[in-house]
Structures are given as structure tokens and as C-alpha cells.
């Protein structure tokens, strides 16, 4: 069963860019914790820099701000060095993450059906409470959309 809004949401410890990530090493502070289908992939990349550009507004606002998807360590590593991301990639592989977060799904891929991350993102609060979340996200405007939230938390 995913969590839900208004949930505390359980700590855990994964796999990252920089060395291993704990959710409650950032207790004290919000988390925007985004997941995507893949590493350099077009709506990937462009959501990627959205957050990059907006990182120090969302610094601003006590923000940190945590990518996911099943990427591997190195793909992900590769990934921010190229696109030069502040912030910290989790590789959910095992898909423990996105269980948790029910964010994976069937789509709809050049006419077949694959199982894959569903665009969602997910703001926790500065107590670990889940307090928003986006499922289906389409990448224009998303991240605009996510910083004002954040600030309005």
C-alpha cells in the first residue's frame, strides 16, 4: 500500500549520487522527492534543468531537492555530471522506492505496453509528513508549479 498525504513517511536509506541517502538525514528541512523514467531521456533531461535552474529558489525556500528513478549508480552519476545537478540522484533499481511510492504503471510505449516510473513527485514536510503529491506529471510548468508550493508550505 503507497503512503498517503498527510502520512509521516518511513525512513529509508538507498543508493545515490555523493554515497548512500537516508530521508531522515534531511529532518528539519522540506523534500521534493521527484521520480523519473529514465536518465537522458528528453522529458528527463528538460525536468532535470527545470529543477537545476530553480535549485537556489528552492535553497531559498529550505528545499532539498531528491531525483529517482531505476537508473544504476553510474548512469546517474554520468547523468548530473552532464547536466551539472546540485542535487542528489537515487537509484532504485530494486524498485523499493517506487513501491513504496506506487509509482510504477503500464504504459504506452511506440504501441506496446511496458512497465515503467510514472512521472510523480512528492513534497515532505520539514517533520517527514507527506504533504503534496503529483502522479502523471506532464514536464511544462511542472517544476514552476512545484517551487510555489514548496514556498506556500
Known amino acids: 500500500?503507497?503512503?498517503?498525504?498527510?502520512?509521516?513517511?518511513?525512513?529509508?536509506?538507498?543508493?545515490?549520487?555523493?554515497?548512500?541517502?537516508?530521508?531522515?538525514?534531511?529532518?528539519?528541512?522540506?523534500?521534493v522527492l521527484y521520480f523519473y523514467p529514465k536518465d537522458n531521456t528528453p522529458g528527463c533531461t528538460t525536468e532535470g534543468l527545470q529543477?537545476?535552474?530553480?535549485?537556489?529558489?528552492?535553497?531559498?525556500?529550505?528545499?532539498?531537492?531528491?531525483?529517482?528513478?531505476r537508473d544504476s549508480l553510474r548512469s546517474h552519476e554520468n547523468f548530473k555530471s552532464k547536466l551539472d545537478l546540485p542535487f542528489t540522484l537515487v537509484s532504485d533499481p530494486e524498485e523499493t522506492l517506487c513501491a513504496l511510492f506506487g509509482v510504477m504503471?503500464?504504459?504506452k510505449m511506440y504501441g506496446k505496453e511496458v512497465r515503467g516510473i510514472e512521472r510523480s513527485t512528492f513534497v515532505i514536510d520539514a517533520k517527514?509528513?507527506?504533504?503534496?503529491?503529483?502522479?502523471?506529471?506532464?514536464?511544462?510548468?511542472?517544476?514552476?508549479?512545484?517551487?510555489e508550493a514548496v514556498q506556500a508550505l
Open 1 to 31: 500500500m503507497p503512503i498517503a498525504v498527510d502520512q509521516p513517511v518511513p525512513d529509508f536509506t538507498a543508493p545515490a549520487t555523493g554515497g548512500d541517502f537516508t530521508l531522515s538525514g534531511l529532518r528539519g528541512t522540506k523534500v
Open 51 to 69: 529543477f537545476r535552474d530553480l535549485y537556489p529558489k528552492f535553497k531559498a525556500a529550505h528545499a532539498d531537492i531528491v531525483g529517482v528513478s
Open 105 to 107: 504503471k503500464l504504459k
Open 128 to 147: 517527514g509528513v507527506l504533504r503534496l503529491e503529483w502522479r502523471g506529471v506532464k514536464v511544462p510548468g511542472h517544476v514552476d508549479e512545484i517551487l
